[in-house]
């Protein structure tokens, strides 16, 4: 691989590594700082890059364990937000169509975000970015047969809380 | 219809053994609006990971500013240089040949102008040869005022008449 420019090759995955990072740490400003970090990081090591053929899967992997480490320092928090999420807060008003469908929305990203992170990091690089078992693995550094496990257990946890939800209707 | 194929799709969909190709074939059959409604239940789920792939770009040009800001005081910048002077080159150039194809117009201007103005004081010349030669054919010297001047003033200088004047070459 060639050199790694910054402005070319690292700073458009900023999108990207926000994405992801927000997806672990619940926290769009976490998130931003992770990113920072991320491209920093990533930056600083370019030199020993050269064999990386994958730059934006190891971006991913850096931001990942950047942003595990920031969740980590923030348990306690996800913990409230676990508590807090129960079931629909309102469902008192009769919605229409298109409303119903905005806040089933709704409920399927609360649900995904009470998901296990091995879970949710899973479904967002492959059920929302579409990168590859291989790819998946990769940047979240386990077994491809581990990450077909762990998407396997989060969409059908998915699909549990959300018919749970539905039935409280 | 018969939803056989997606269907099916679906249950590998949550056994975690569909390809990317078959996830988009999902996506795109749930994003339609008339989705069988003993499938309803699950396109939410493919609603949501549509949706958050099209998520607005939260990071702007201020985050950008932000990381390069601090990999300038790390004194790391990236070697924006490169670029920069690709861009100036052609940047620079850019008014050069600017001038240089408004130096050729004016050069072309001039040049054409100056033809013409050689046209315009060569043609009447050509005309009066013409002329002159016409009325020495015509030999009706006495009718024509500019052979009279002429006439006379070469009997000014040879103090001689000459009535039969051989036709210019």
Redesign the interface.
């Known amino acids: 691989m060639k050199e790694i ?4 090759d690292l ?1 458009p995955l ?2 990207k590594l ?2 992801l990072a927000q997806r672990i740490t619940l926290d ?1 400003l976490e998130a ?1 700082d992770v ?2 970090d991320t ?2 990081r990533v ?2 090591r370019r030199k020993t890059l050269t064999e990386v053929d994958n730059l934006e899967v190891y971006c991913l992997t850096i931001c990942r364990n950047l942003a595990l480490d920031r969740a980590e320092r923030k348990d306690a928090q996800h913990a409230t937000i676990d508590a807090n999420f129960d079931a629909p807060a309102d469902t008192t008003a009769l919605p229409d169509a298109q409303l119903e ?1 905005d806040e ?2 709704v ?3 609360r649900s ?1 975000e009470t998901l296990p992170e091995k879970q949710r990091t899973a ?2 690089l ?7 078992y291989q790819e998946v693995a990769t940047a979240m550094d386990i077994s491809e047969s581990d ?3 762990t ?2 257990r989060a ?2 946890a ?2 549990d809380k ?2 749970h939800l ?1 039935s409280h209707l | 219809m018969n939803y056989q194929y997606i269907e099916q799709l679906i249950e590998r969909y949550f056994a975690a053994e569909t390809s990317v190709a078959e996830e988009r074939i999902l996506r795109a059959f749930f994003a339609e609006s008339n989705v069988p409604s003993h499938l309803q239940q699950y396109a939410s789920i493919f609603r949501f990971a549509a949706e958050e792939a099209e998520a607005p770009k939260v990071l702007g040009a201020d985050f950008d500013e932000k990381v390069l800001a601090r990999l300038r005081a790390k004194g790391d910048m990236p070697e924006m240089h490169v670029r920069a002077i690709k861009m100036t080159i052609g940047a620079r150039l850019r008014p050069l040949w600017r001038a240089a194809a408004a130096v050729a117009l004016l050069v072309a201007v001039v040049g054409t102008a100056e033809e013409a103005i050689d046209k315009t004081t060569s043609v009447p010349m050509d005309l009066q040869a013409i002329e002159a030669t016409q009325s020495v054919d015509s030999t009706d010297a006495a009718h024509n005022p500019y052979r009279q001047v002429q006439e006379g003033l070469k009997m000014a200088v040879t103090n001689d008449s000459l009535p039969q004047e051989s036709p210019r070459p």
Do not use: P, T
């Open positions: 420019d910054f402005l070319n700073l900023k999108h926000y994405c769009s931003e990113v920072e491209l920093v930056w600083e469908a089933r929305l409920w399927v990203r995904f479904l967002q492959r059920d929302i970015e579409g990168h590859s990450v077909k496990v998407l396997h969409r059908q998915l699909k959300l018919s539905r």
